[in-house]
C-alpha cells in the first residue's frame, strides 16, 4: 500500500519561500500512472487544490497560485516537492501531498503538515 | 467560492437517510468530468469515499453511495451511524486537468 509523508518547516515568515517535501513509500513515482498533488487547507476551511506533477515532470498549477507554485519531482529519492513563494498568512493552512490515478483524477492522501506563516 | 456547490450542512437521526448535494456546471460536471466524494474526520485527512460518480473503495461501507446527472452529483448515506459525522467534499476537474473541490458539507447526527 502507497504511503505518502510530507515533510518540511512547520514555520515561515512573510515573504519567504515555503517549501515541503512529500516522500512516497510502498510504490515507485517512476512507474507511471500517477498525478502526486499538493493540497491545501486553511484552518476550518475547505480544500484548495494546488497543483500536480506527472512522473514525466508535465506540471499542472491552480491558476490562482501559479505565479507562485512550483511543483518538482525527484524520482530517485521517490519525492516530490512543493515551492510557493512570497507567502503571507493567508499561505497559513494544512498542507497535503496526495495521488491520483491518471485515469480519474481521485486522490488518495498524506496526513498532512500545518505551516504557519508568521514572523 | 467554490466552483462546485454544496450545501454547508446537513443533519439527520441515527438510522436515517441523508443526501449530500454538489452542483457544478457545464465546465466540470456537466462535460462529463467525473465526481468523487471523501469524509474527513475532525483532525484527520480526508479519505476518498466514492469515486468515478458512484464507486466505492474497498472498505467503504455499502452504506454510502453516489450518482451523478447532469451538472450535479449527490451522495447518500443510509442508515445513518454517529461515527459517519464529519466534513464531505466532493471533487471533479476541468478541460484544463484543474481539481476543482465542492465548499464541503457538515454532516451532523442528531
Known amino acids: 500500500q502507497v504511503q505518502l509523508q510530507e515533510s518540511g518547516p512547520g514555520l515561515v515568515k512573510p515573504s519567504q519561500t515555503l517549501s515541503l517535501t512529500c516522500t512516497v513509500s510502498g510504490g515507485s513515482i517512476s512507474s507511471g500512472g500517477y498525478y502526486w498533488s499538493w493540497i491545501r487547507q486553511h484552518p476550518g476551511k475547505g480544500l484548495e487544490w494546488i497543483g500536480y506533477?506527472?512522473?514525466?515532470?508535465?506540471?499542472y498549477y491552480n491558476p490562482s497560485l501559479k505565479s507562485r507554485v512550483t511543483i518538482s519531482v525527484d524520482t530517485s529519492k521517490n519525492q516530490f516537492s512543493l515551492k510557493l513563494s512570497s507567502v503571507t498568512a493567508a499561505d497559513t493552512a494544512v498542507y497535503y501531498c496526495a495521488r491520483a490515478p491518471e485515469s480519474q483524477l481521485a486522490f488518495s492522501w498524506g496526513q498532512g503538515t500545518l505551516v504557519t506563516v508568521s514572523s | 467560492q467554490s466552483v462546485l456547490t454544496q450545501p454547508p450542512s446537513v443533519s439527520g437521526a441515527p438510522g436515517q437517510r441523508v443526501t449530500i448535494s454538489c452542483t457544478g456546471s457545464s465546465s466540470n460536471i456537466g462535460a462529463g468530468y467525473d465526481v468523487h466524494w471523501y469524509q474527513q474526520l475532525p483532525g484527520t485527512a480526508p479519505k476518498l469515499l466514492i469515486y468515478g460518480n458512484s464507486n466505492r473503495p474497498s472498505g467503504v461501507p455499502d452504506r454510502f453511495s453516489g450518482s451523478k446527472s447532469g451538472t450535479s452529483a449527490s451522495l447518500a448515506i443510509t442508515g445513518l451511524q454517529a461515527e459517519d459525522e464529519a466534513d464531505y467534499y466532493c471533487q471533479s476537474y476541468d478541460s484544463s486537468l484543474s481539481a476543482l473541490f465542492g465548499g464541503g458539507t457538515k454532516l451532523t447526527v442528531l
Open positions: 506533477i506527472y512522473y514525466s515532470g508535465s506540471t
